[in-house]
């Protein structure tokens, strides 16, 4: 190895004990370089130590010898001082290029390694003056990956474990964009609860190699440690980067959170103009109501965000919208409020009961209206564009407020049509009559109702539509104002978002944008600055779109981290019966079901009111008995089961079912396990 004058060697293997020293090599490279020592599994590899400077020459000689004449490819990473500390971690901060594969791409990669040291430094104080060394091994092509807390990092308790797996190596569970399978497991590894199932789950004997890595490498460290792995073809568990976990977290208190009464309007994740524009008026408009009717101390209402996203994904206080029991409920005796507060509140909601239908009518009315005086997006100037998002909010807030109202005073047991019914019917006479994609909607604008709002090209309709009718008799009043309010919301989010995209047209035009669709990515208020000042945020250039995420039924948040909660209330063999009787068949997992199947999903989504009808039966982890989806289903005489625990894990795919609507039970057909 080459060394300085003073001493200090610019580069080490990971095999040569100076390397064990983190202020020549850097928290990562140092922990790995003690691991090897110990006798753990570590790749091999070598570190440009902090000693190591852009003027001195990078070292071919080590390049050839690692990646064998450039035939095996490599892993350029980041050892900065200032990550994988027992304080901090900074994990995501820094780069690592993966699958590097010649001479040129490894000094573009060090060079990027070292730029992203540089910029961290720039824009944290804890980072500012930390020296980076780059962590050059070989790229590991793995056959499974992960990570592994040794301690539950939400409890804070040291006789659990976590673990998240993913086939393949463990890159996409780091950055984010798989949420992958994850279980909380005792500390012989046996699981305890699965907490995503967002993968296939891990096989017993390769759990039992990690466990026994992390039982090595907590033995070589002390305290409670942030597992990277991976295991090879050959079944070889591998120690890829080994922290302290920089804080064991008390669990997660306040509200309980989750999908379940929004996954239908919104079962894609939201990007940030996408939240702004549509889920924070849907939070004002269930506030008010939700006030309107004192179902809801003020103090509570003042606290919860009612409605807000983790990682994209829409997600609700499941308590305030009566989702699942309140806490602490008190018999009506030990009401705390005054008789006249209670009194007055009865008053209020019997006076809204009443006129509601008239309200609500009224506001379609208007609607429609203003809908129709929007000209054509192309006339408009910038600040028109801008008004018409501000008045998309405006209305879309007002609207939700009167759905909410509808759906917490419905007592009428009589159906209305649904907008989705009404659209199938729309659709199919439109597919009879020869009509484009492009025309269906503005001839139809119903069909809207079958996909969900965004920003960018239309959703698909779909191609094949049975036969469907709208239920004709007499329908309850208040059924009817929420049917024809969701379905102004859904007009007036497609306005909101074809104004988004021709001002993302505009901005490309501008060379502001790369694209018209990433408008998206911006927070309004950043929207309007990028069209009034052509300004753009600094970062907008790392920005992405939030990639689908399996966030838990029911969670509380934890330092804005997602932690599942089970409630043992909730009865495994169970949900809640949405109606449309009982039926058998066989459950599919996915997409296009097979006629006569049980599909099962993790909520539902108004892409699936095409495929309904041709079911045996439907099961979703999430939903409302009030959704589109499962008034349809109960339309045609399909059973539905909505809440049910983890039935995408607990059901196979293939599998025999019976399932009962009204009740919520679900019963697996043992002869169709023996089949199996």
């Known amino acids: 190895m080459t060394t300085t004058t003073t001493q200090q060697p610019t580069i080490v293997s990971l095999r040569d004990p100076r390397a064990q020293n983190p202020a020549l090599t850097g928290a990562k490279a140092a922990a790995l370089a003690r691991a090897a020592g110990r006798g753990l599994p570590v790749l091999d590899g070598f570190v440009l130590t902090t000693a190591w400077t852009e003027q001195g020459r990078l070292p071919e000689i080590e390049w050839r010898r690692l990646s064998t004449g450039g035939r095996r490819p490599l892993v350029v990473r980041s050892s900065s001082l200032a990550e994988d500390g027992a304080e901090q971690s900074m994990a995501g901060l820094f780069t690592s290029v993966l699958d590097v594969r010649d001479w040129a791409g490894f000094t573009d990669a060090v060079g990027r390694v070292r730029a992203s040291g540089a910029a961290v430094a720039a824009q944290s104080p804890t980072a500012t003056g930390a020296a980076m060394a780059v962590l050059v091994q070989p790229f590991l092509a793995a056959a499974w990956g992960g990570v592994l807390f040794t301690a539950d990092p939400m409890s804070g308790r040291r006789d659990r474990m976590v673990l998240t797996a993913v086939r393949g190596g463990p890159s996409e569970v780091v950055d984010g964009s798989a949420a992958g399978w994850t279980a909380s497991l005792t500390r012989r590894g046996h699981i305890r609860t699965v907490l995503t199932a967002d993968g296939p789950e891990l096989p017993a004997r390769v759990r039992r190699k990690v466990i026994r890595l992390a039982s090595r490498a907590t033995a070589v460290f002390g305290g409670p440690l942030d597992i990277e792995w991976a295991v090879d073809a050959a079944g070889h568990a591998v120690l890829l980067q080994a922290r302290p976990i920089t804080a064991l977290r008390r669990p997660g208190s306040g509200p309980i959170f989750g999908p379940g009464p929004l996954a239908e309007t919104f079962p894609d994740p939201l990007r940030p103009l996408e939240q702004d524009m549509w889920l924070t008026p849907l939070a004002d408009g269930l506030r008010a109501a939700l006030e309107l009717t004192g179902a809801a101390p003020a103090r509570r209402l003042r606290t919860s965000p009612v409605a807000t996203a983790a990682g994209g994904v829409a997600v609700a206080d499941l308590e305030l919208l009566g989702a699942i029991p309140p806490r602490n409920t008190m018999p009506r005796w030990l009401d705390p409020r005054p008789g ?9 909601v019997g006076r809204l009961t009443a006129a509601l239908p008239d309200l609500a009518r009224h506001t379609c009315a208007r609607v429609d209206s203003d809908l129709a005086e929007v000209p ?31 759906g917490m005073l419905l007592r009428d047991d009589r159906p209305a049509p649904t907008a989705a019914a009404m ?10 009559a020869g009509l484009a994609d492009d025309r269906i909607a503005a001839e139809y604008p119903v069909v809207l109702a079958l996909t969900p709002p965004r920003v960018g090209a239309p959703a698909a309709l779909p191609r094949e539509v049975l036969e469907s009718t709208v239920p004709e008799g007499e329908f309850a009043e208040l059924a009817v104002a929420r049917e024809a309010l969701r379905l102004r919301a859904r007009w007036i989010q497609e306005l909101a978002a074809r104004v988004a995209l021709e001002i993302g047209e505009r901005l490309t035009a501008a060379g502001l944008l790369p694209e018209p669709e990433t408008v998206a990515l911006l927070r309004l208020g950043e929207l309007r600055r990028a069209v009034t000042h052509r300004t753009l945020p600094a970062d907008f250039p790392d920005r992405t779109a939030p990639e689908p995420l399996a966030v838990p039924t029911e969670f509380r948040f934890a330092d804005g981290v997602p932690v599942a909660v089970a409630r043992a209330t909730r009865s495994a063999d169970r949900g809640v019966g949405a109606g449309g009787g009982s039926g058998r068949g066989v459950v599919h997992i996915g997409h296009r079901p097979p006629p006569g199947s049980v599909l099962v999903v993790r909520h539902l989504d108004p892409r699936l009111a095409a495929e309904v009808p041709r079911l045996a039966g439907l099961i979703a982890e999430t939903g409302s008995p009030l959704s589109h989806v499962a008034i349809l289903a109960r339309e045609h005489g399909v059973p539905v089961v909505v809440g049910y625990p983890d039935a995408t894990r607990r059901l196979p795919d293939g599998a025999e079912v019976e399932l009962d609507g009204r009740t919520g039970a679900v019963r697996i057909v043992p002869e169709s396990m023996e089949v199996r």
Do not use: K, N, Q
């Open 423 to 432: 659209a199938l019917a729309a659709l199919a006479e439109a597919r009879a």
């Open 376 to 406: 054509p997006l192309r006339h408009l100037g910038a600040s028109g564009l801008l008004d018409v998002l501000h008045h998309t909010a405006t209305a879309l807030t007002a609207v939700h407020g009167y759905e909410a109202l509808a």
């Open 340 to 348: 006249a507060r209670r009194l007055a509140a009865a008053t209020r």
